[in-house]
């Protein structure tokens, strides 16, 4: 029996314990691209894979509903791996170890793939409940989406016919998404010269923040690793002779960092030590109510690395401490909305450069264009070069919205009362596919999954089970 074998409705949950077992970070997304073509096979449904592991699968109408609009339901297949440090799992190869709790599924040392892993699975038991009431359904399955939305920037839509797109992809129960924020991601290289220093050399570590999704959460004050491992190091740079070696943090664009490590070479280790110290006492004031388990350490160690000379250790140092970071403007229009934000998420060093990565976000283009050129601005003021790797436009507000309309009616039957219509600063797939198919009319919603983007996630079982409820009632009246 499986662990989620006691849970209603059974199919949907069935099939997302069957995701579970699968192995699909991004990145690694064959394994459940090649299970979705075979869950089609099976029930003889119309397939279509392409090179990047999208899939599509259509369904024929229910009877009595052939003349239904053609409805898409889309969600990724892909999920965000992020592991507890102690976790030795091998996520590229096996799939989560999952468990309940409660009113909640989670799983053990690792992210639970809840974001889009749920969506997936009410997708599938769409596809595969032959008593359901439903129009035409074209089943639209994406890669990549945590690194970039790769699969569905390169997804053909040529066969598409739906002008009605319900995205499963949301994160909050009782809420419908119908716009969301751009992104664009930058990377900053700054180049680093090496020369001997006579100095002792130490580890410093900055972890035990709780991290969290790079949209949904970058409002709510959380420490950001990278900017304090900046901080860390003026500091102690204030107080003796410093040459940076090595230094890392962050493990996705879009998940705020929960650590950072250096190797530094100092003239006076005790000054440091009190300096990290001070630091630990000085966070815990400006951060203890969001971080509670907060550290910062240094230790000696030994390294054969060559450190970085007076000036590139400064100009690294304090291009991490000064690079723009968290919500850089709220909404006027929308109370409690962020409008921008930048997420500084990545960072390490090689041989010869020290590479820096950010995702900005915002419901504004031109902003969003702004906030780029300014960490653009201090790269170059530091003597690096910066490049846009990939930009994709916010989605925006359709003021006539037939299927908000009917989805708020079906919504009123299961509820009993009326939905939340938000925007999201995080960034959803509906805002690429709009703008590849003309029209097209988009709605955004799913259950309570907390703490995505960190080892702590967790669904709520009935909020999932009300949430396939709506997506039944929706289908019954798209007539």
């Not at 074998?5 to 064959?30: K, M, N, W």
Request: charged letters at 25%; proline letters at 4%; a negative charge.
């Amino acid at each position: 029996m499986g662990v989620l074998s006691d849970l209603e409705p059974q199919a949907l949950f069935g099939f997302f314990e069957e995701l579970c077992a699968i192995p699909r970070g991004s990145h690694h997304t064959g394994a459940i691209s090649e299970y979705l073509v075979s869950f089609a096979q099976k029930r003889g449904l119309k397939c279509r894979r392409d090179e990047l592991d999208n899939v599509i699968i259509w369904k024929d109408a229910a009877p009595g509903y052939e003349g239904a609009p053609v409805v898409m339901l889309q969600g990724h297949m892909d999920m965000l791996v992020e592991k507890e440090r102690e976790c030795s799992r091998n996520t590229d190869k096996d799939g989560l170890d999952i468990f309940v709790d409660g009113d909640e599924i989670g799983a053990h040392g690792t992210t639970l793939g809840a974001d889009d892993g749920i969506g997936v699975a009410m997708m599938l038991a769409a596809l595969d409940d032959d008593r359901l009431l439903h129009g035409p359904l074209e089943c639209v399955f994406t890669a990549d989406e945590e690194v970039g939305m790769q699969g569905v920037r390169g997804l053909d839509v040529s066969d598409l016919k739906a002008k009605l797109m319900i995205n499963l992809d949301s994160l909050e129960e009782r809420v419908f998404t119908v716009s969301c924020a751009g992104s664009t991601r930058v990377v900053s290289t700054l180049p680093v010269k090496r020369a001997p220093f006579d100095g002792r050399i130490c580890a410093l570590m900055v972890d035990g923040f709780v991290g969290g999704h790079s949209g949904e959460d970058i409002h709510r004050g959380r420490a950001n690793a990278n900017h304090l491992m900046g901080r860390a190091l003026m500091e102690i740079m204030e107080k003796t002779d410093l040459r940076l070696l090595t230094v890392s943090g962050g493990a996705k664009d879009n998940t705020i960092p929960r650590d950072a490590a250096a190797l530094i070479a100092v003239a006076d280790v005790d000054a440091a030590k009190a300096v990290a110290k001070k630091l630990v006492t000085d966070l815990e004031n400006e951060y203890g109510a969001v971080e509670p388990k907060i550290r910062v350490r240094l230790f000696p160690t030994r390294s054969s690395f060559v450190p970085m000379d007076e000036d590139s250790t400064r100009r690294a140092a304090t291009f991490m401490f000064c690079a723009p970071n968290g919500v850089q403007k709220m909404s006027v229009e929308v109370p409690g909305l962020v409008q921008t934000s930048l997420n500084f998420a990545q960072m390490y060093t090689e041989d010869d450069k020290l590479v820096c990565r950010f995702m900005v976000r915002s419901s504004i283009n031109s902003q969003a264009a702004e906030t780029a050129c300014e960490v653009m601005a201090l790269t170059r003021a530091m003597g690096g070069e910066a490049t846009i790797p990939a930009s994709y436009s916010a989605w925006q507000y359709r003021p006539d919205s037939y299927l908000r309309e009917v989805m708020t009616e079906a919504f009123h039957t299961v509820y009993g009362a009326e939905p939340r219509i938000a925007a999201l600063h995080a960034s959803l797939e509906c805002g690429i596919l709009s703008g590849k198919i003309p029209d097209l009319d988009c709605i955004s919603f799913g259950p309570d999954v907390i703490n995505v983007h960190t080892p702590r996630e967790r669904l709520r079982i009935s909020s999932a089970w009300r949430t396939w409820v709506l997506l039944k009632h929706t289908l019954r009246r798209l007539k």
